[in-house]
């Protein structure tokens, strides 16, 4: 087991809306983790201007995008955005998560889940669903679970990636008061 590494206090952790100027730490970040990992299975990472497309399309829907500094550096990177294109859907969001490698382990993904899933609650929306690449990714089942996930099913095989294939995990989550009432929000 490894040791488990120093969470930021709240002096050297800062948690605010991501900004056009983020976008080449984002990418970077984003790049390592297609190209070393399974947690996306995108195969080629996108460029600087793709991943700015990405974030300026999900700041115009108004939907969460929330980025971790510590002491001076963007060390990850979180946000929901739709889950479907469908009017029926518009009440859920799926979300992703992004830790820059030598950040990983101190609980900033957490803090930045956490963020958007207040900020995903406070704009109505009901449901968020997350697509945890690979079945292996324990951390991120249990991160995820520690926010009030639970896990929905394994889709199996789905992805082939790094010469082998891979799961999905499907966990989702209720926001505000998930299913009990009507939603407050219209299609998009």
């Known amino acids: 087991m490894e ?15 991501s900004e056009t100027g983020d976008i080449p730490e984002i990418t970077a970040i984003y790049r ?7 947690a996306s299975f995108e195969i080629e990472p996108p460029s600087e201007t793709e991943m700015a497309r990405r974030r300026e399309a999900l700041a115009t829907g108004n939907f969460p995008y929330a980025v971790a500094i510590v002491s001076g550096k963007l060390a990850g990177y979180a946000y929901a955005g739709p889950y479907r294109p469908r009017p029926a859907y518009s009440n859920t969001v799926e979300s992703s998560v992004y830790i820059r490698e030598d950040f990983q382990g101190r609980g900033i993904g957490r803090k930045l889940m956490a963020r958007v899933i ?18 292996g990714n324990h951390a991120s089942v249990r991160l995820h679970e520690s926010l009030g996930f639970r896990v929905i099913g ?8 790094h010469g082998r294939w891979l799961d999905t995990v499907l966990v989702q989550r209720a926001l505000g008061p998930g299913d009990t009432a009507p939603p407050s929000r219209t299609g998009r």
Do not use: C, Y
């Not at 207040?118 to 079945?135: C, H, K, N, T, Y």
């Not at 394994?154 to 990636?161: A, F, I, P, Y």
């Open 3 to 17: 040791p488990s590494l120093p969470v930021p206090s709240a002096i050297d952790l800062l948690l605010r809306n």
């Open 154 to 161: 394994t889709l199996q095989s789905v992805g082939w990636k």
């Open 32 to 38: 390592h983790a297609v190209l070393t990992g399974s």
């Open 118 to 135: 207040e900020e995903a609650e406070a704009s109505g929306f009901r449901q968020m669903v997350a697509v945890i690449g690979d079945s």
